[in-house]
């Protein structure tokens, strides 16, 4: 549990069309997070998942649920941080690692492929996988229309939009369940799948009074979309989808820009984890589709 005490998140410019997130409905007995959290077959992909935020969603997986995490991230064999962890668990079978671009199709065919063969479900998907660049090393984010550069565009989208839709297209079979009836009279029903998409403030159209970071903040609003999208079509088969504002966390890729952050709104990585699985534990039908801050708070898109 982290001790860190956040500032007041901002308001939201425009109507948020969700509700905020109630947190007591977490605690609830009929909570699908119950049940989730205590299933030992239930299985939590997480991209991204080599440092940061991603790795922190393992590590904080690990403690809060009986399941599986399948850590996905770009080269394993490099990934000596998760491998240090995994390896220091009393069981270190409960995280699996796994190879995954998500800025090539074949990879996350193959990493989809892998998962389903391996697990035969997924009960959560997070997306976190995602760049922004320095503006110094890298054309992003831009900060004018003239500092547009074609290759760096085409890459954020595939790494913070196309990748993250295509590895949900993957793996949505997997969280379809016939939970209504029991295939035996032994068999357990599953909780409700959850698709997390990691988004940003920046992302929200309304919100937009600075300008600036065009291919950051495009790519985060066409996930918002989706993630809306994928919201109304998978509620049919109990899936639910969320977008999610983590704030601004020290990671890498915050660091180029957190220097004149205050310190009461710059996030140890552990807070913003929690924060954000307390707000998946505590979803339910109406928020799905919604994009969220990491407080809970509704934002417009």
């Known amino acids: 549990m982290s001790t860190f005490s956040p500032g007041a998140p901002p ?15 977490a605690d609830s007995s009929s909570s699908e997070s119950i ?9 939590f992909v997480v991209t991204g998942a080599s440092r940061g935020i991603g790795l922190e969603f393992v590590k904080q997986l690990v403690d809060r649920t009986k399941g ?24 270190s079978s409960r995280v699996q690692i796994i190879a995954l671009d ?13 998962i389903k063969d391996r697990f035969g479900r997924v009960d959560v998907l997070l997306n976190v996988a995602g760049i922004l660049g320095d503006a110094k090393t890298t054309p992003g984010p831009e900060r004018s229309l003239s500092k547009l550069d074609r290759d760096w565009f085409e890459k954020t989208m595939a790494v913070n939009l196309i990748g993250p839709v295509m590895l949900s297209k993957e793996l949505a079979p997997l969280m379809m369940q016939r939970r209504k009836k029991k295939i035996s009279p032994d068999e357990e029903q599953r909780a409700v799948a959850v698709i997390a998409n990691l988004s940003a403030r920046v992302g929200s159209i309304s ?3 600075m300008g600036g970071w065009y291919s950051y903040r495009m790519s985060k609003t066409a996930l918002n979309q989706a993630t809306r999208t994928m919201a109304l079509e998978l509620k ?6 969320i977008a999610l504002h983590p704030g601004t966390t020290q990671t ?36 799905s589709g919604g994009f969220y801050d990491w407080s809970g708070q509704a934002l417009s898109f």
């Open 11 to 25: 308001g939201t410019n425009g109507s948020p069309v969700f509700k905020d997130i109630d947190f007591s409905v």
């Open 35 to 43: 049940v989730r959290n205590a299933d030992p077959l239930a299985v």
């Open 207 to 209: 919100d937009n009074g």
């Open 68 to 91: 599986t995490v399948v850590a996905c991230c770009r080269s394993p064999e490099s990934a000596t941080v998760l491998q240090e962890f995994t390896a220091g668990l009393e069981d």
């Open 252 to 287: 890498d890729l915050s660091k180029p820009f957190s220097s004149n952050v205050k310190e009461d709104k710059l996030f140890p990585v552990d807070f913003t984890v929690s924060q954000l699985l307390d707000i998946i534990d505590a979803m339910d039908e109406e928020t």
């Open 102 to 114: 998500v800025e090539d199709q074949k990879s996350i065919e193959s990493a989809g492929s892998v």
């Open 236 to 241: 049919r088969s109990s899936t639910w989808c």
